[in-house]
């Protein structure tokens, strides 16, 4: 196995391995936190607040605000608001920010786009190649856009925690890398006979 076909496996590994971990965070953690639970909650920080306990107040807040909205924004605010009051401004900063990404998905609809668009472009650089040989030819192009665009759209499916699309891809993968390195064994078995032929002659 050449350097370029063992590169392909082992990122063909990992993006298995990172679609595996995204599919496993598709459903948001159960917190198990009942209505009875939550208003306790609430009420706890009503008191401290009376008691003049700001602090243990947010604290009590915080504690409800995670279990009402477990996902990772509401999370990260949360994370954030820990920080400021424990005096650590840089830290909070940068929770907040990562915080933002999520209200701000230019760059990965971008990324479906244009894995999309490369995915669907194989086909014409198969029609291409076709046409110019007079005969239906799958080049190894057709299968570099493949693999390409089934990155792209696995990162995409990753971001959306779409399990069905993360599995799709997350095969397509596997069959294209496969392919990449059937074509790679059989250039080299013909190269090792033309080389042969060639030390005969």
């Known amino acids: 196995m050449t350097r370029s076909q063992r590169t392909l496996c082992v990122v063909a590994v990992l993006c298995a391995a990172l679609a595996l971990c995204g599919a496993a965070t598709t459903e948001p953690a159960d917190t198990g936190l009942a209505p009875q639970a939550f208003r306790a909650l609430c009420e706890q920080a009503a008191d401290a607040y009376a008691r003049g306990k700001p602090a243990e107040a947010h604290s009590k807040l915080r504690a409800a605000a995670r279990a009402a909205a477990p996902d990772r924004f509401h999370t990260m605010l ?39 668009a490369m995915f669907v472009g194989r086909f014409a650089v198969q029609w291409i190649a076709s046409e110019r040989r007079g005969e239906s030819v799958v080049p190894i192009a057709f299968w570099y856009f493949s693999l390409l665009g089934s990155w792209g759209l696995l990162a995409y499916a990753i971001w959306r925690q779409d399990a069905v699309i993360i599995l ?34």
């Open 78 to 116: 949360a994370e954030a608001a820990e920080q400021y009051d424990a005096g650590r401004p840089q830290q909070a900063r940068a929770r907040l920010k990562q915080a933002t990404r999520f209200l701000n998905p230019w760059f990965w609809l971008i990324l479906g786009f244009v894995a999309q």
């Open 168 to 201: 799709g891809q997350t095969f397509n993968t596997i069959i294209y890398v496969r392919n990449l390195t059937l074509i790679y064994r059989k250039q080299r078995r013909d190269a090792a006979a033309a080389a042969a032929e060639e030390a005969r002659a």
